[in-house]
Structures are given as structure tokens and as C-alpha cells.
């Protein structure tokens, strides 16, 4: 099949590539399909339409989570949600998991955090979960670190009671840990890197260079 150019001769899609062929065919990275697109401007060029390009753009910019209610693995623009500590895959999905925080009486917060009104009081569920781990009330300079960083996650292995104030984010060993427990729920097999290698490697060495 031949397709006119209107910047040069007649071009065809199966015709060798030619130094006086001015456009090239090229596969859309968004729809799959061939379309033209100059020589010049080949490796730029990724899509065949203004709306291929928009779709392309937000898949790169998508990133893949978990459903906090399915556990569902879904993409979507961080853009799009406020909160990316609890997010879900469909209004139903957040519907069951509003329904069953309020059934049980506890809410979950517009700073992430678990609370209920018990006396008139605000009362946070991971300072509630902790005292039933240590069998007292939390002292007033006590504090509960998420050890994922999830803020509504309160299980116990997930609770650590802190006496200083906590810095903002995570530390590095605990989002390694939960990320290895993540992979291995998911099946996968994970190795520490840096087993069965000599303390040269450690230290950003080779160990042919350690003395």
C-alpha cells in the first residue's frame, strides 16, 4: 500500500529506508498503531495523535498500589488523590471500608490517623492498642511510631512507643524491611545483596583493591 508524502515522493510502509524518504514509520506508544512521522523528529515523537500523547504521558506518570480495603493492585495519577496513605481501586471498595470503621465505631481522619470520641474526647486508636500492649496508660511524653509509615495500619507488630519527639518520614531500615514483606506476600524470592561478600564490598571497595 502506497501513502502520499507531502513533504517529498510516495512512500511505502514496506519499501526499504531510504536517505530520500523524508517521513518514517514509527509503532504509537500509546494505541499501537503505525503512523508517520518525520526523520528529523523521529526519536521524539512517540505517539500518532494529540490524545495518544496525553494517555501516554499519564501512564508514565502513574504509579501502581495496593487497594487499603481489596489489597488489589491498581495504577492512577498521584494528582489525583490528597492521600496517598489509603487508597482504593473503586467507590465500592471505599464505601465497605468507610462502613466498617464507622460499624466499629472508629474513623479514619483527614491526617490519616484512626480516632473515635469515647467521654467527649478524641482518642486515637494506636495510643489504644499500645496501652493494651503495655498494660498502662501512654504517659504525656510517649509517643506511637508506625513503623510502615501507614498512619491507620495498627496492628501491634506494626507499633513502636517512642519517648522523643518523631522526626517527619521514615527511617531507611524499616521501609526496607516492609518493602521485603511486601515482595515475599506477593511471591517473591528476596535476597540481602550483600551476603557472601567480603567487608571490602561494604565499604564500596572491589576486594582485589582491599589490602
Given at each position: 500500500?502506497?501513502?502520499?508524502?507531502?513533504?517529498?515522493?510516495?512512500?511505502c510502509?514496506?519499501m526499504?529506508?531510504?536517505?530520500?524518504?523524508?517521513?518514517?514509520?514509527?509503532?504509537?506508544?500509546?494505541?499501537?498503531?503505525?503512523?508517520?512521522?518525520?526523520?528529523?523528529?523521529?526519536?521524539?515523537?512517540?505517539?500518532?495523535?494529540?490524545?495518544?500523547?496525553?494517555?501516554?504521558?499519564?501512564?508514565k506518570?502513574?504509579?501502581?498500589?495496593?487497594?487499603?480495603?481489596?489489597?488489589?493492585?491498581?495504577?492512577f495519577?498521584?494528582?489525583?488523590?490528597?492521600?496517598?496513605?489509603?487508597?482504593?481501586?473503586?467507590?465500592?471498595?471505599?464505601?465497605?471500608?468507610?462502613?466498617?470503621?464507622?460499624?466499629?465505631?472508629?474513623?479514619?481522619g483527614?491526617?490519616g490517623?484512626?480516632?473515635?470520641?469515647?467521654?467527649?474526647?478524641?482518642?486515637?486508636?494506636?495510643?489504644?492498642?499500645?496501652?493494651?500492649?503495655?498494660?498502662?496508660?501512654?504517659?504525656?511524653?510517649?509517643?506511637?511510631?508506625?513503623?510502615?509509615?501507614?498512619?491507620?495500619?495498627?496492628?501491634?507488630?506494626?507499633?513502636?512507643?517512642?519517648?522523643?519527639?518523631?522526626?517527619?518520614?521514615?527511617?531507611?531500615?524499616?521501609?526496607?524491611?516492609?518493602?521485603?514483606?511486601?515482595?515475599?506476600?506477593?511471591?517473591?524470592?528476596?535476597?540481602?545483596?550483600?551476603?557472601?561478600?567480603?567487608?571490602?564490598?561494604?565499604f564500596?571497595?572491589?576486594?582485589?583493591?582491599?589490602?
Amino acid at each position: 500500500m502506497r501513502f502520499a508524502n507531502p513533504c517529498g515522493p510516495l512512500v511505502c510502509k514496506d519499501m526499504p529506508f531510504s536517505k530520500t524518504i523524508t517521513k518514517v514509520w514509527k509503532s504509537c506508544a500509546a494505541c499501537g498503531g503505525d503512523f508517520l512521522t518525520k526523520r528529523s523528529t523521529q526519536e521524539r515523537v512517540m505517539t500518532c495523535s494529540v490524545s495518544c500523547g496525553g494517555e501516554y504521558r499519564s501512564a508514565k506518570k502513574a504509579v501502581t498500589m495496593a487497594c487499603t480495603h481489596c489489597g488489589n493492585m491498581f495504577s492512577f495519577k498521584p494528582s489525583a488523590r490528597k492521600n496517598l496513605e489509603k487508597v482504593f481501586c473503586s467507590k465500592s471498595c471505599s464505601s465497605k471500608e468507610n462502613r466498617q470503621q464507622v460499624s466499629s465505631g472508629w474513623r479514619v481522619g483527614n491526617d490519616g490517623y484512626v480516632y473515635m470520641y469515647l467521654n467527649g474526647k478524641k482518642t486515637l486508636q494506636h495510643r489504644v492498642v499500645m496501652s493494651e500492649i503495655l498494660g498502662r496508660e501512654l504517659m504525656s511524653h510517649e509517643n506511637v511510631h508506625h513503623i510502615n509509615g501507614i498512619k491507620h495500619d495498627n496492628r501491634k507488630e506494626n507499633l513502636e512507643l517512642w519517648v522523643i519527639s518523631q522526626p517527619k518520614g521514615q527511617r531507611v531500615e524499616d521501609r526496607l524491611d516492609e518493602a521485603k514483606r511486601l515482595l515475599e506476600e506477593h511471591g517473591y524470592v528476596v535476597h540481602n545483596p550483600l551476603q557472601g561478600f567480603s567487608s571490602g564490598v561494604l565499604f564500596g571497595a572491589w576486594p582485589q583493591f582491599v589490602n
